[in-house]
Nanobody
Framework: QVNLVESGGGLVQAGGSLRLSCAASARTLSSNAMGWFRQAPGKEREFVAAITWIGSNTDYGDSVKGRFAISRDNAKNTVYLQMNSLKPEDTAIYYC?????????????WGQGTQVTVSS
């Protein structure tokens, strides 16, 4: 288990951009993969994007492909989510997660969440 601290959420107009950050307290094998999920009111949790430290593999949810980009800073143990061309339907609480693999992210550590609100 690692501690995850998210930042960067806020209010933005449709078409705008935001960058979320997720800082991990340590980089271990159990946090080889880090990524983002989101949950809007009344909706199920949705996978957004993920990246691995080993191999730099990335994966994106269908609804954000081409608009969002995930990256990492090895020296800072931090993963970033650059969100462009934001839409009102991107409004949600965004949660950072860390796990052994992208497929097992939900079984690992979670951050406290950061609110993203996109106005029309």
């Amino acid at each position: 288990q690692v501690n995850l601290v998210e930042s960067g959420g806020g209010l933005v107009q449709a078409g705008g951009s935001l960058r979320l950050s997720c800082a991990a307290s340590a980089r271990t094998l159990s946090s080889n993969a880090m990524g983002w999920f989101r949950q809007a009111p009344g909706k199920e949790r949705e996978f957004v994007a993920a990246i691995t430290w080993i191999g730099s593999n990335t994966d994106y949810g269908d609804s954000v492909k081409g608009r969002f980009a995930i990256s990492r800073d090895n020296a800072k143990n931090t993963v970033y989510l650059q969100m462009n061309s934001l839409k009102p339907e991107d409004t949600a609480i965004y949660y950072c997660a860390a796990g052994l693999t992208i497929a097992t992210l939900t079984e690992g550590s979670w951050g406290q969440g950061t609110q993203v609100t996109v106005s029309s």
